[in-house]
C-alpha cells in the first residue's frame, strides 16, 4: 500500500510563514505530478500548485509571488513555501500525487492564518 502523509500546518499570523511538507511512503515505482489543493469551510476544493517530475510548476493567479511548490524526488517528498500568508489562504491543504500510476490523496493540513 501506499500513502501520501502531509505535516507543517498551524496557525500563523497574517504576513506570516508556513512550509508543508508532503512524504509519500510504501511500495512506490512511480511518482508523476505532484499537486497542492485546498479547502475552505463551506468552499470547493481548489487546485493551488502543481509540479510535474521534471520540474515545471504551475500556481493559482491568488499564489502567485507568494508561494513556492518544490519536490525532492531522492526523499519521495513535495515542499509547499508559504509566504506573506493572509487570512483568505486558511484551508485545509491537502497533497495529492499521482503514485504508480493512480491518483492518491493524503489526510490534509490544517492552516489557520489570523488577522
Known amino acids: 500500500q501506499v500513502q501520501l502523509v502531509e505535516s507543517g500546518g498551524g496557525l500563523v499570523q497574517a504576513g506570516g510563514s508556513l512550509r508543508l511538507s508532503c512524504v509519500a511512503s510504501?511500495?512506490?515505482?512511480?511518482?508523476?505530478?505532484m499537486s497542492w489543493y485546498r479547502q475552505a469551510p463551506g468552499k470547493q476544493r481548489e487546485l493551488v500548485a502543481a509540479?510535474?517530475?521534471?520540474?515545471?510548476?504551475h500556481y493559482v493567479d491568488s499564489v502567485k509571488g507568494r508561494f513556492t511548490i518544490s519536490r525532492d524526488n531522492a526523499k519521495n517528498t513535495m515542499y509547499l513555501q508559504m509566504n506573506s500568508l493572509k487570512p483568505e489562504d486558511t484551508a485545509v491543504y491537502y497533497c495529492?500525487?499521482?503514485?504508480?500510476?493512480?491518483?492518491?490523496w493524503g489526510q490534509g493540513t490544517q492552516v489557520t492564518v489570523s488577522s
Open positions: 510504501g511500495n512506490i515505482f512511480s511518482i508523476n505530478n
Open positions: 509540479i510535474a517530475s521534471g520540474g515545471s510548476t
Open positions: 495529492n500525487a499521482d503514485l504508480n500510476f493512480r491518483p492518491a
